[in-house]
């Protein structure tokens, strides 16, 4: 069943966990108004399941046992076709056929979407699914306490708001009499040198939430380029590369990316990180412009100026960053 597969995973926080592959079983998937197709003969070929940074296979990770709060639960994807049991849970997902050589699985947040070619059968797919039910599980469960942990995230935009900066908590407080020139706030140091720290926006105490939020993330875009410029100027002659454009992303699922051509891309909410979690994504990229792939000498490349990236890249999946809608 192994010749069936190769699996896509592109999760919303952006890096993941490699699972061991669940034994295979009997395929359970059950096709919603619509009947098995005859069984073809070609077979797709052999990859491993693993999740990363936007298709990136680091280094693996053990695999970690499903809960007894598997036993009723219920995965339904909102543009879901077909269905099948994993287990005791109820997995509604997405199917779609097109162009391609193998079947692809991509568990995000709305659930698992499953691309197959046009000529696999369903009963493949069916079966495919049931040999990796285990990993299947475990990331539809991440995905979905992730996404908790984000919810509990979501900020109430008025005065005395709070959220991450560099790791650390600011707390809003909004003072229309200082104009703040053309930077829109201002940070000030916290009174006992221990709590939070304050950011004053020149925003009016009326302010609608949208006013409030836009405010703080014009001053938190402008850090973040800051401080992205000034990181990639301190890591790019140690990798023996040279950056030649920095762009801001809002992207959900993506925290960086890099081209050939030198241009980098980040994502401004790194900015609500620890500064080691940062350089690790800046080293990230920086690095692919000397290999541009995640092949072992690409991990040794960010090991040279990170060398505890392996650390780091878990608080990045594992830390949920604020919810700004």
Excluded: C
Excluded at 55 to 77: C, E, K, W
Excluded at 96 to 116: D, P, Q
Excluded at 206 to 223: F, G
Excluded at 224 to 252: M, T, Y
């Amino acid at each position: 069943m192994r010749g069936l597969l190769q699996f896509t995973m592109d999760l919303f926080e952006g890096l993941g966990n490699e699972f061991a592959p669940a034994k295979p079983s009997e395929p359970r998937g059950k096709k919603v108004r619509k009947k098995a197709a005859p069984p073809a003969v070609p077979q797709p070929p052999v990859a491993d399941a693993r999740q990363g940074w936007a298709g990136d296979a680091g280094p693996a990770q053990p695999a970690v046992p499903l809960r007894d709060t598997l036993a009723l639960a219920s995965f339904v994807h909102p543009q879901a076709t077909r269905e099948a049991v994993l287990g005791s849970a109820r997995v509604a997902y997405e199917f779609k056929r097109g162009k391609r050589k193998t079947i692809g699985f991509v568990v995000g947040a709305e659930g698992l979407s499953v691309r197959a070619p046009r000529w696999v059968t369903l009963r493949d797919v069916d079966a495919a699914i049931q040999e990796k039910s285990g990993w299947i599980l475990r990331k539809l469960l991440e995905t979905q306490q992730r996404h908790a942990r984000v919810e509990a995230t979501r900020i109430d935009w008025k005065d005395g708001a709070e959220f991450p900066f560099m790791g650390e908590t600011v707390v809003i407080r909004l003072d229309p009499k200082h104009g703040f020139a053309s930077v829109g706030g201002t940070l000030d140091a916290s009174d006992d040198g221990a709590g939070p720290r304050t950011l004053r926006l020149a925003v009016a105490q009326n302010a609608e939430a949208s006013q409030i939020r836009d405010a703080a993330q014009a001053w938190l875009v402008r850090q973040a380029r800051r401080l992205f410029i000034e990181r990639l100027d301190h890591f790019a002659p140690r990798l023996g590369v040279r950056w030649q454009k920095l762009s801001l992303s809002n992207a959900a699922t993506r925290w960086g990316s890099a081209s050939a051509d030198g241009s980098i891309r980040l994502n401004w909410r790194l900015i609500h990180f620890r500064l080691p979690v940062i350089d690790y994504v800046v080293a990230h990229e920086l690095a692919h412009l000397r290999v541009m792939d995640h092949s072992q000498r690409f991990w040794d490349t960010v090991e040279s100026v990170v060398p505890d990236y392996d650390l780091l890249r878990q608080q990045l999946k594992d830390e949920a960053v604020p919810r700004w809608s």
